[in-house]
C-alpha cells in the first residue's frame, strides 16, 4: 500500500484526541492512525510532526537523546495543520527533518530554519560524538572482516 488511506475524522474520533507531549495541538480532519490490513498506519505528515514535538517535549525520547533537551517548537507548528501545508510544499519523501543545518547551532523547529535533507547528508554533518569519539564528524568505524560498523 503506497497511499495513506483518508478516513474522516467524526465528533467521537476528535473527542478521544488529547494534546501530543501537552503541547501538539492534532487539527486533521481525518484520521491520522488508522489499521488496514491488520497493520497500524500513521499519516506520513502526521509522522514527521509527531516525531518533532516528541524530541522536544517527551522526557521519556530526552533519556534516551539528552541533545534534544532545550529543543522547542515554533507556536504555530504545533499546529498539526500548519505544519501540514509547509511540508506539503516541500520535497520530503526519503528524507529527515533538520533544524540546525541552515542555522548551526539553532534548537528552534520553524519554518525559517527547517528543510529535509538525505539520511545520509544527516549522518555526515551530524555530531554524534558519544558514538565516534576522537573520529572526526562524517566517519565511522568498520570491522573489515564483516564489512559492518562497530559501535
Request: hydrophobic share 30%; proline share 5%; glycine share 6%.
Amino acid at each position: 500500500m503506497n497511499e495513506f488511506p483518508i478516513i474522516r475524522a467524526n465528533k467521537k474520533s476528535i473527542s478521544k484526541r488529547s494534546k501530543l507531549c501537552g503541547v501538539g495541538i492534532n487539527d486533521a480532519d481525518y484520521i491520522v492512525r488508522v489499521v488496514f490490513d491488520g497493520k497500524s498506519i500513521s499519516c506520513p505528515y502526521y509522522s514527521v510532526w509527531a516525531s518533532m514535538i516528541q524530541r522536544c517535549y517527551s522526557k521519556k525520547y530526552h533519556k534516551r537523546k539528552p541533545t534534544y533537551i532545550g529543543c522547542s517548537v515554533s507556536e504555530d507548528w504545533k499546529i498539526f495543520s500548519i505544519f501540514k501545508h509547509w511540508m506539503g510544499k516541500m520535497i520530503w519523501n526519503n528524507k529527515q527533518l533538520d533544524k540546525d543545518i541552515l542555522s548551526p547551532g539553532n534548537k528552534i523547529y520553524n519554518p525559517n530554519n527547517c528543510i529535509f535533507i538525505s539520511n545520509e547528508i544527516n549522518t555526515l554533518l551530524n555530531n554524534c560524538k558519544s558514538s565516534r569519539g576522537i573520529y572526526p564528524i562524517g566517519s565511522h568505524i568498520t570491522n573489515r572482516l564483516t564489512n559492518t560498523w562497530l559501535p
